[in-house]
């Protein structure tokens, strides 16, 4: 038997997949909703006989152990081999790869070590160093024990940014520091390794302890293996519990995850330097559609609050939230009692119910029409976001019974109401109206309202109209506002395209198209940024294979400097 055999042989597909996904059986096999695609009804079907999977859905993957786990954490076979030998416990034999093996292994693997090294640095400076002793008195004062400073590696980055030394010294070259973010770059605070599924260390937060210094927090930039859009803090250790628990927690800082595990309430995650976006909620329905919410109390908090449950109900989760009463945050709450938190989060508010709360709070009894029609006003955009037609029509009746109109009145002016939608900027997605490209959508609402044409031209560039015919029409645009002249400018085939865009403004929801400018525009950005990152991974994967050490630090810092002029 080879090694993949063995491999195979000891691990189960089903025990695989369920520590990543929530499974239910069906008859001899199991399901689980598809973590390759965007679903709410599960399709991902797993056969503990044959040991294989297979989505019957939209993106009709499917495998074994190996490619299911290629797949969910973007390798490379030889690294998928030796992540599941690990497991396994099974000896790989030492091999010689292929130079493209190599290079495409060195780049994920080393960067691992290196954070891993850094991190245990940065807790054996926190926990024996004089250095350390201010930030470690802080913890404790936080009432975190010596334990759970120790199961988070949490660690201290002195004032002397030595780390980087520290690292060459253990064979870890420039270009390798380049690539991991610069550890050298955080200083005087608290440090807070984020971690990937596996648990490998990918990045870092660090916290100040002096209130002068800025920012509070700092974190790691993007690199290949760090993407904070798709990272949630303590993903790896919650994981199984938000199983268990059927739930999320999600509050905003790592010091209130640790708080709150410390507390006995482990199904608890956080958003590691980004505000929360669609790329988080659909990893975290593939273990529950319940999520609660747990963010600060101050105003900040609360927008950040607003933006998150609307979004999370537009994806379809069960939405409810931790009322923290008198507490800023949950850290708070538990130093004040853990019974408390435990107590908050098994008694969770709807957030609907919540929206309706702050809509009538200061409303008197007796509502005149024009109070009515503010709350209407306030509400109806929520209640359109719902897409499950039973909770919202459950939402429209107490809306009528409290305005004290008919269910018929407010299904009336609900279906007036243009639902606004979320900005997904996530890579390569292109806007849903009419299968439009985000060029072809940009480009139809400037042909409606050349108005906006002063306000996005800045944002726009010839590379961004990869249609020729699409970059012509711009470019006559930008020189002719008036559409009949325009017409005589461009080519018959350009004329065709013309057309069909004109056509598409001219329906009955192009008002809705043109609200959405902004939100284009941001996608727009974030697939530039893409093809950005998919140019110097190209680029850099070449330089590996030619083994050009000059060329990987320049385009390492090019890659850098690019990313940060983007964010």
């Not at 195979?8 to 008859?27: E, P």
């Not at 416990?89 to 960067?111: A, H, M, T």
């Not at 350390?132 to 004062?141: F, I």
């Amino acid at each position: 038997m080879n090694e993949v055999e063995e491999i195979k042989h000891r691990i189960d597909i089903v025990d695989l997949i369920s520590s990543y996904l929530t499974l239910k059986k069906a008859g001899a096999n199991y399901k689980a909703i598809c973590p390759f695609h965007n679903e709410k009804t599960p399709s991902l079907m797993i056969s503990p006989e044959k040991q294989i999977w297979h989505c019957f859905g939209g993106c009709s993957e499917g495998g074994d152990i190996f490619t299911f786990v290629m797949k969910m954490e973007s390798l490379e076979f030889p690294e998928a081999l030796k992540l599941l030998a690990d497991r396994a416990g099974v000896q790989l034999e030492s091999r010689q790869s292929s130079d493209f093996q190599k290079s495409s292994q060195i780049s994920k693997n080393r960067l691992y070590e290196l954070n891993n090294l850094a991190a245990r640095v940065f807790n054996k400076i926190l926990i024996s160093h004089p250095s350390g002793q201010p930030a470690l008195e802080y913890l404790k004062k936080r009432k975190l024990t010596p334990a759970l400073i120790k199961e988070y590696m949490l660690g201290y980055a002195p004032s002397s940014r030595a780390i980087n030394g520290y690292l060459k010294k253990h064979g870890f070259s420039d270009l390798e520091l380049q690539g991991a973010g610069n550890p050298d770059k955080f200083y005087k605070r608290i440090m807070f390794p984020i971690k990937d599924a596996m648990g490998n260390v990918i990045a870092f937060t660090g916290r100040v302890l002096d209130s002068e210094q800025e920012p509070k927090y700092l974190n790691t930039p993007e690199t290949i293996i760090f993407h904070k859009s798709r990272v949630l803090y303590n993903l790896e250790k919650a994981r199984g519990e938000i199983k268990t628990q059927k739930a999320t927690v999600v509050v905003e800082g790592q010091m209130d995850v640790i708080a709150s595990w410390q507390a006995g309430v482990k199904n608890v995650v956080a958003t590691s330097g980004t505000a929360l976006t669609s790329d988080h909620l659909q990893i975290l329905y593939r273990y529950s559609p319940n999520i609660i919410f747990a963010f600060d109390s101050d105003s900040a908090g609360l927008t950040s609050a607003k933006k998150a449950y609307e979004m999370a109900i537009v994806e379809g989760f069960n939405v409810k939230m931790v009322d923290l009463g008198k507490f800023k945050d949950p850290g708070e709450m538990v130093a004040q009692d853990p019974k408390i938190w435990q107590s908050a989060v098994q008694k969770p508010i709807p957030v609907i119910d919540w929206y309706f709360e702050l809509a009538f709070a200061k409303q008197k009894a007796d509502l005149t029409s024009q109070e009515k029609k503010e709350i209407a006003k306030e509400i109806l955009p929520l209640l359109k976001k719902i897409p499950d037609t039973i909770e919202q029509a459950h939402y429209v009746n107490l809306l009528a019974e409290k305005l004290d109109v008919s269910e018929e009145v407010i299904f009336s002016a609900l279906k007036k109401v243009e639902e606004k939608k979320n900005s997904k900027v996530t890579a390569k997605k292109q806007p849903k109206k009419q299968n439009l490209t985000t060029a072809e959508f940009i480009l139809a609402i400037l042909l409606k309202w050349p108005e906006k044409i002063k306000q996005v031209s800045n944002d726009l560039s010839d590379a961004d109209f990869k249609d020729e015919n699409l970059l012509a029409i711009y470019k006559a645009l930008l020189t002719e506002y008036n559409i009949t002249k325009l017409r005589k400018d461009i080519n018959r085939e350009q004329l065709l395209k013309l057309d069909d865009l004109l056509l598409v403004v001219s329906s009955e929801n192009a008002e809705m198209l043109k609200e959405d400018l902004d939100s284009v525009l941001k996608i727009l950005k974030e697939n530039r940024r893409e093809d950005l990152k998919s140019y110097y991974a190209k680029e850099i994967k070449k330089a590996e294979m030619d083994k050009n050490t000059e060329q990987l630090k320049k385009l390492m810092k090019e890659f850098q400097d690019a990313i940060s002029t983007k964010n």
